[in-house]
């Protein structure tokens, strides 16, 4: 335990600010006087105890206050007494943020970003995970854009090389493709990013980021950009996220779009359904004008198509209105929801 000692609080969060200051080396960076990196968790905690040392090493030309904030998301395993195993060098606060419940990797994001922004009033956070995929020595890169974009654009990681298995890398090119196809949005991120105050303040009234923190920051047409890095591999055990829990990761990212989507798929079923008439007039000037050159295969085939594209066009417009109507009624919304999902934070640095 360090000299700062143990803090828990319950409830609402609160606000603490403890010298954490240092005099900045030379060379450093100064865009941010205060830094918050949010990382989730839910029962990896050795890949949080390996992560520690690495980030306090990627970031020692890092000037500022520096604190890190793992988002417990309901782990049944407590996070370990050695979780800070040494003191560290650049970071000056750890902190564990408890939820009451098991929320999802997303919603995770969207509570810690809430309390960072809310209790330690930080100029930028870091978004990225736990299990070391998203490599710490990356994070000056993310730092240093941010710095060039004058803390006014989010900057996301734009993955240059995946290390997954053939399989998943074939499936993870079936959802870009479906992704762009139902929003016209290409994807290339994940959460790892670093974005600046102003943009957490946006986010922190946007329902969207309830679904998908990456989806909400595009949807609100903040200013963004996108840098080259690759990703890296575990630094402890094997994935807990399974086929249908990266479906249900990516048809969230999709649902942030839902309106979108919704017109889009109404488009093209028009677009069907004005295509089958044209057919289905051409058909029926056949059957009069010369009948013995039309099979009847065809006829009915025609007739099967206008019937489909009618079901269809019909089906994406009672989706699409109810879609398009619940964008007056405000869902989740994290300034105003999220503490009621907070157990305690403890600072444990």
């Known amino acids: 335990m360090?000299?700062?000692g143990?803090?828990?609080?319950?409830?609402?969060?609160?606000i603490v600010r403890p010298p954490m200051s240092r005099p900045a080396a030379p060379g450093t960076r100064r865009g941010a006087a205060r830094l918050a990196i949010v990382i989730p968790i839910f029962n990896d905690w050795n890949c949080a105890r390996k992560l520690l040392p690495l980030l306090d090493q990627a970031l020692s030309k890092t000037g500022g206050e520096i604190c890190v904030l793992f988002v417990d998301d309901g782990s049944g395993t407590p996070a370990p007494a050695d979780l800070v195993a040494s003191p560290p060098g650049s970071i000056g606060e750890v902190r564990i943020l408890r939820l009451r419940q098991n929320l999802g990797h997303q919603r995770a994001i969207a509570i810690g970003l809430y309390w960072v922004n809310q209790s330690l009033n930080a100029d930028a956070t870091v978004v990225m995970d736990g299990d070391g995929e998203d490599c710490p020595e990356s994070v000056p890169a993310l730092l240093e854009a941010l710095d060039q974009g004058g803390q006014r654009e989010a900057v996301f990681a734009a993955r240059t090389k995946r290390l997954e298995k053939p399989t998943f890398?074939?499936?993870?090119?079936v959802y870009r493709a479906l992704h762009r196809v139902l929003t016209g949005i290409p994807v290339r991120v994940g959460n790892f990013s670093a974005i600046p105050r102003s943009s957490a303040d946006r986010l922190m009234v946007s329902s969207d980021l309830w679904n998908h923190y990456a989806a909400a920051v595009f949807r609100s047409k903040m200013p963004m950009r996108t840098i080259p890095l690759a990703r890296a591999t575990r630094l402890d055990g094997k994935s807990r996220m399974d086929f249908f829990g990266l479906v249900t990761h990516g048809l969230s990212a999709i649902s942030v779009f839902s309106d979108t989507v919704g017109?889009?798929?109404?488009?093209?079923?028009?677009g069907l359904l004005l295509?089958?008439?044209?057919?289905?007039?051409?058909?029926?000037?056949?059957?009069?004008?010369?009948?013995?050159?039309?099979?009847?295969w065809?006829?009915?085939?025609?007739?099967a198509l206008a019937v489909l594209c009618f079901q269809a066009t019909m089906l994406s417009l009672v989706l699409v209105v109810p879609v398009l109507g619940?964008?007056?009624h405000a869902g989740f919304i994290p300034l105003r929801d999220s503490e009621y999902y907070i157990l305690e934070q403890v600072r444990i640095w």
Do not use: C, W
């Not at 143990?6 to 609160?14: F, L, N, R, V, Y």
């Not at 017109?263 to 028009?270: G, I, M, N, Q």
């Open 2 to 4: 360090s000299a700062l």
């Open 6 to 14: 143990s803090e828990i609080t319950g409830g609402a969060p609160d």
């Open 169 to 173: 890398r074939f499936f993870y090119q």
């Open 263 to 270: 017109v889009r798929l109404l488009a093209a079923a028009t």
């Open 275 to 296: 295509l089958s008439m044209v057919l289905g007039a051409g058909v029926l000037y056949a059957t009069f004008a010369r009948p013995e050159i039309l099979p009847q």
């Open 298 to 303: 065809i006829r009915v085939a025609v007739g």
């Open 326 to 328: 619940a964008r007056s």
